[in-house]
């Protein structure tokens, strides 16, 4: 029995009671002797019967608490044994101690006792033993794994039916799409009638019974667009299979003189259906912005890109360089003064298309800046012809001072480039309205979303062939120096290899209109010749290069010798020329301590999708990465994205 209930205050009344019975009597004794004896004895029988009953209490309430215990200890023993979730106690060095009769039931064996928890539950190899939870599969039913470490215990739960209500829930959520056939007007061009409406009637059918194939609600729009209605199951399968619609309606139209190619734009998992269709058509916009003949998927937060294998067609009309320049002209006009921005370690092509937004913001008497921090080795020869100039010298400047010019009346114009983490100095875009975009790469994921105009045009070699034909549309009389319109060529030049990739009708036109306004290519020679030292650099990394997939040249510097990013980039230009090779990769460290990786490729192979994967970008033939580490995890890391690439789709067209 507890001792608090032996010592207990409120038991001591017996005692209390004869007390105060025998001082009575002693009182009658002093008075009648006779009546004092007669109450002692009374006394003596109530202190008898006091004390039997006491103890009689005491064996009672024991027995009774005996019974009660046994009682208790039963039903734990029941409750635990019959509890619809798993215990397990497991010690220090996560072995299970103890468990429950339905872990027993749940691992189809007599005793766990002594066994890992990650012998029984191998997910919980790379989970680290913190209060959480962990879901692990086991045969076909799903379980939660609850942690409490500081007691370590471990319960397991079956949330199978919940996973499953889960997962069909997720799988008829609502997906929408939209698919463009993105060249129609170059295609048709020239066609008449009958083989406009023959070519467009085989894509319309393969559209269709691809359609049908994957049960999706098909709705044309217009002569070249459908709305596509399907659930995220649908979706998914549509992923997997990596939009195979793309090459097929590639294939049956490619006796054209150019075939035609689809671009697609998906979503899924938005809250209202309003966002849903919002994010379909960014999505497709995404897609066309990267070039065209790809899909792009936005599923939540995460967006996908399938396809994009084949160069963009070019644009044989004018039409939008001209409504994009009578815009930029307004803005201009509107602007107090006009900030120019590039990427960070700019190439001759973001500084050739900054003094071209330079000389038309002039053009119109506005005062114009570039922003500039630093001479890297790669416009080094150019930023010396510039300096010869001082009109033109005093115009660059440092993210400081331009965020001391900057105004709400100002307008920023960002060129080369259309994402903000790669400039500079992001912080200048920050709560600024009046943005202008100008970019040929192929739109990524991020994007400056509050600009005001957006010019990118991915077939365009170069943004300097971009700035050119805005030139032409902006002011009836545009002349430019020599030094202007050599920048502007440079950019060019150096984005096509000497016109030798990425170029077209109109690379030509702008190269044209650049030379009868005095571009000097003599000056571009000196600008492109390398020294010695560079040429020995060069070669060193050459040397490590070997052939990956057949086509694929991959050079990887020594570690711990630092190359310049133009370096880089000139060894897997250089790496491209060689017999049979596709694309080439060269990794090396650069002077930052940053990992560099310059992807290059004829066409076959959109080395784009390829450094996206590393958290870069770029063009089809034409990509760089920047990652931290070292030179051999970097190219591990390519390595396996290569390999993964091979296996899902091919690397090659």
């Known amino acids: 029995m507890p001792k608090f209930l032996v010592t207990r205050w409120h038991g001591m009344h017996h005692i209390a009671a004869v007390a105060v019975m025998l001082i009575l009597s002693a009182t009658l004794a002093w008075f009648q002797w006779l009546i004092g004896l007669i109450a002692l004895a009374l006394t003596i029988g109530v202190a008898i019967y006091s004390f039997l009953g006491e103890r009689a209490f005491r064996k009672d309430l024991k027995s009774y608490l005996g019974t009660l215990s046994f009682r208790v200890k039963k039903g734990g023993n029941d409750v635990i044994s019959e509890l619809p979730f798993g215990i397990i106690l497991y010690n220090e060095e996560r072995i299970v101690e103890w468990h429950n009769p339905y872990i027993t039931a749940l691992m189809e064996r007599e005793s766990v006792i002594g066994v890992p928890l990650t012998e029984l539950f191998p997910t919980l190899q790379h989970a680290k033993d913190r209060e959480g939870t962990v879901e692990a599969t086991i045969g076909s039913n799903m379980y939660q794994l ?89 979706l998914r399968q549509l992923e997997h299979s990596r939009f195979v619609i793309l090459d097929e309606v590639r294939e049956i139209t490619g006796d054209q003189k150019i075939p035609v190619t689809l671009s697609i734009g998906f979503a899924a998992g938005a809250e209202h259906v309003v966002e849903l269709g919002q994010w379909a058509h960014m999505s497709l916009d995404i897609a066309l912005g990267r070039g065209g003949d790809q899909a792009s998927v936005k599923v939540g937060s995460r967006q996908s890109f399938y396809g994009g294998k084949t160069n963009a067609v070019e644009k044989r009309t004018r039409v939008r360089a001209r409504v994009v320049a009578h815009a930029l002209r307004d803005l201009i006009k509107e602007s107090h003064n006009v900030v120019i921005m590039g990427h960070k370690m700019p190439d001759m092509d973001a500084i050739g298309a900054a003094i071209g937004v330079l000389k038309a913001a002039q053009l119109f008497g506005k005062e114009a800046y570039i922003v500039l921090e630093g001479v890297n080795p790669s416009i080094e020869k150019m930023m010396e012809l510039l300096r010869e100039e001082e009109k033109l010298s005093k115009r660059f400047i440092s993210p400081d001072q331009a965020s001391a010019l900057l105004t709400p009346q100002s307008l920023i114009v960002v060129v080369d480039t259309h994402k903000a983490s790669m400039l500079k100095e992001p912080k200048l875009l920050q ?199 070292t030179v051999d995890e970097v190219a591990d890391k390519l390595k396996a994205i290569l390999k993964q690439m091979e296996s899902e789709e091919g690397l090659f067209e």
């Open 146 to 234: 609850i942690f409490r470490p500081k007691e370590r215990i471990l319960y397991v739960k079956n949330i199978t039916e919940l996973w499953q209500l889960g997962r069909k829930y997720d799988d008829e959520k609502l997906s929408l799409g939209v698919v463009m056939i993105d060249n129609l007007e170059e295609v048709t061009q020239g066609l008449d009638d009958h083989q406009r409406s023959s070519l467009l009637s085989k894509v319309t059918t393969e559209i269709t019974e691809w359609a049908q194939k994957y049960k999706v609600y098909l709705k044309r729009l217009t002569s070249d667009r459908f709305l596509l209605i399907t659930d995220q199951k649908t």
């Open 431 to 629: 709560g600024r309205e009046r943005i202008v975009v100008i970019d040929h790469h192929r739109r990524g994921e991020e994007f400056i979303s509050n600009a005001i105009l957006v010019y990118m045009e991915p077939y365009a070699s170069s943004t300097c062939e971009l700035v050119t034909e805005l030139l032409q549309y902006i002011h009836d009389r545009v002349a430019l120096d020599v030094r202007e319109a050599t920048s502007l060529l440079a950019g060019i030049t150096v984005d096509t290899k000497s016109f030798t990739l990425r170029t077209g009708a109109r690379t030509f036109e702008a190269a044209s209109f650049l030379r009868r306004n005095g571009a000097d290519s003599t000056l571009i020679q000196r600008m492109l010749q390398e020294g010695l030292k560079e040429y020995v650099s060069k070669s060193e990394i050459i040397k490590h290069a070997h052939v990956l997939h057949d086509h694929v040249a991959l050079a990887v510097a020594e570690s711990g010798k630092k190359n310049s990013q133009l370096l880089i980039a000139q060894s897997a230009d250089t790496l491209l020329n060689m017999t049979d090779i596709k694309a080439s990769f060269v990794v090396s460290e650069r002077p930052d301590g940053l990992i560099g990786i310059s992807a290059r490729s004829l066409g076959a192979m959109n080395v784009q999708v390829v450094m996206e994967r590393m958290g870069g970008g770029g063009h089809l033939t034409n990509a760089a990465s920047q990652l931290e580490g």
